[in-house]
């Protein structure tokens, strides 16, 4: 119980810190590109842009590989395994050294031939595009073999370091553009050269750190390619699941423009863009408790790990009700305020991949928990497989029944309701997740919740402003509150924040 009681602890404190740290990264960066446009200038800004993000696209492949480092160091952590782990952590860098190593072929390659040739920058500016290609090469190096430094941190559930490196990343880049102004350099090289710098710092940051908080992060000449192995295995099929997604996203993407043009692609991506933008409160938790959950698992503490399991599931998708709803109810006046002219279909797509989330976020502690076991082949081919199914269904109804645009939105909520089962059918046999007392627990729970906040949004869709922001204030700080309180919550949640109510009122 002490156990349990000091894991919640730190879940709730390694939360606090990644909102922190993603308030202040938003802010600070948000304000570093207005200052980057007024320094660099338009065209100038473009070129680092579109050279500098056909770099980063590289870093795709290292994405799918992080999580499976971070999923192996935590595994070793629960079984208080220090050998497996120095070895994991030794295997994952010479595996990052060698994919750094492989991009920076490739750019120097393709990539070289792809700018020079087909890009289409003004020829006075193609040495400066030279040096930002260059040094975007090099930051992509230093990102890749920062990452198993990173996953020490994070595996060993200290968040606040993670924090603060992100937030003087954030600070330093700030600094540089300032910087930037008072030296009588070309602007762009020069903001290139002193971005090159930032991310070696970075590195070393994550370096030093890492190897403060654990002994076994550091290299030796004794490598086990076994180890190294397990760690490409599992990164491919994670890689599966990953492209699943990229497909799917990408694939309503192009069918809106096959069949209705660009301007729905405009609705489409910004609608993307406030998914990503508010997805970050559920994942942020989620990633303060998935070490726990693999921890949990390496151990063989079942009734822990399917509590936590559960209890992520309620607070995810709580979390989110709270905070999309007013968005879904101003969602039009928000827009407006922020974009100004918009497409008229956006207000819809956006409030569909709100809704879309809400279902998502019961599954990321399900995801957690199939990586946690490490029998990820199955789970990925048959989620995988489901989740990119979205596009020819959207495509059927679009092309046969002239459904509306919105369809292959609606699809895509009516497919991540099948992948969602699927996950329960397929962690019953992996991980023996009871789906029974899930459904109990959770899901019923979760199904009262969303039903209630459907019918809130049915309700102020057609009022007026004042109306709009009674029912908002009603369903946002009574309503849904009391529904998580008293009904989303179990009777054990409920002794829990009663008892860090006591012990605020009492210090």
């Not at 509306?404 to 099948?418: G, K, P, Q, Y």
Request: charged share 10%; with cysteine; net charge positive.
């Amino acid at each position: 119980m002490a156990n349990a009681t000091a894991n919640n602890k730190r879940i709730a404190k390694n939360t606090l810190f990644l909102y922190v740290r993603m308030f202040v990264t938003l802010g600070v960066s948000l304000f570093t590109v207005r200052i980057v446009l007024q320094t660099l200038g338009v065209e100038d800004y473009g070129i680092y842009n579109v050279v500098a993000g056909f770099v980063t696209s590289f870093s795709f492949i290292a994405n799918t590989t992080s999580s499976a480092i971070q999923r192996f160091l935590s595994y070793c952590l629960g079984q208080n395994d220090k050998t497996c782990y120095h070895e994991y952590f030794v295997g994952s860098f010479i595996l990052f050294v060698a994919l750094a190593l492989t991009a920076f072929i490739l750019l120097e390659t393709v990539g070289a031939w792809f700018l020079h040739e087909k890009m289409v920058i003004p020829s006075e500016r193609m040495e400066a595009a030279d040096w930002v290609f260059h040094g975007a090469m090099i930051i992509l190096f230093f990102s890749f073999i920062s990452i198993p430094y990173n996953a020490v941190i994070v595996s060993n559930e200290k968040m606040n370091l993670f924090a603060y490196l992100s937030i003087s990343d954030v600070l330093l880049k700030l600094s540089i553009v300032y910087l930037l102004r008072a030296l009588p350099f070309d602007p762009l090289k020069t903001y290139s050269a002193l971005l090159v710098c930032t991310g070696m710092m970075n590195f070393l940051l994550h370096k030093y750190l890492a190897t403060r908080i654990c002994k076994e992060a550091r290299l030796s000449l004794k490598v086990k390619i076994s180890y190294i192995r397990r760690l490409l295995g599992f990164s491919c099929w994670n890689l599966v699941g990953s492209l699943a997604g990229i497909c799917r996203n990408q694939g309503i993407n192009i069918l809106q423009n096959l069949y209705f043009g660009p301007i729905y692609n405009t609705a489409c991506s910004i609608s993307f863009q406030i998914y990503n933008a508010i997805n970050g409160f559920a994942s942020n938790f989620m990633m303060a408790a998935n070490p726990q959950i693999i921890k949990l698992y390496a151990k063989g503490e079942k009734t822990a790990l399917t509590l936590l399991v559960e209890r992520s599931s309620k607070i995810s998708f709580s979390l989110l009700a709270l905070i999309t709803f007013p968005f879904l109810v101003f969602m039009p006046y928000i827009l407006s305020l922020w974009l100004g002219d918009i497409p008229p279909v956006t207000v819809v797509f956006a409030r569909l991949i709100l809704i879309n989330m809400l279902i998502e976020c019961v599954s990321m502690p399900l995801m957690t928990l199939a990586q946690a076991t490490g029998y990820v082949k199955y789970y990925q081919l048959f989620v995988g497989g489901i989740l990119i199914l979205n596009i020819p269904i959207a495509w059927l109804l679009l092309k046969y029944f002239h459904a509306e645009a919105f369809s292959t939105f609606a699809t895509l909520i009516a497919i991540n309701v099948i992948a969602l089962v699927c996950r329960l059918f397929i962690l019953k046999r992996i991980a023996q997740l009871n789906i029974t007392q899930f459904f109990k627990n959770v899901l019923t729970r979760w199904i009262f919740l969303l039903l209630l906040y459907l019918v809130g949004l049915c309700l102020s869709i057609d009022c007026g402003l004042t109306a709009q922001i009674i029912i908002s204030c009603i369903f946002t700080f009574i309503a849904i509150p009391l529904v998580v309180l008293f009904v989303v919550f179990g009777k054990s949640e409920r002794n829990i924040i009663k008892l860090y109510i006591k012990q605020k009122i009492k210090k």
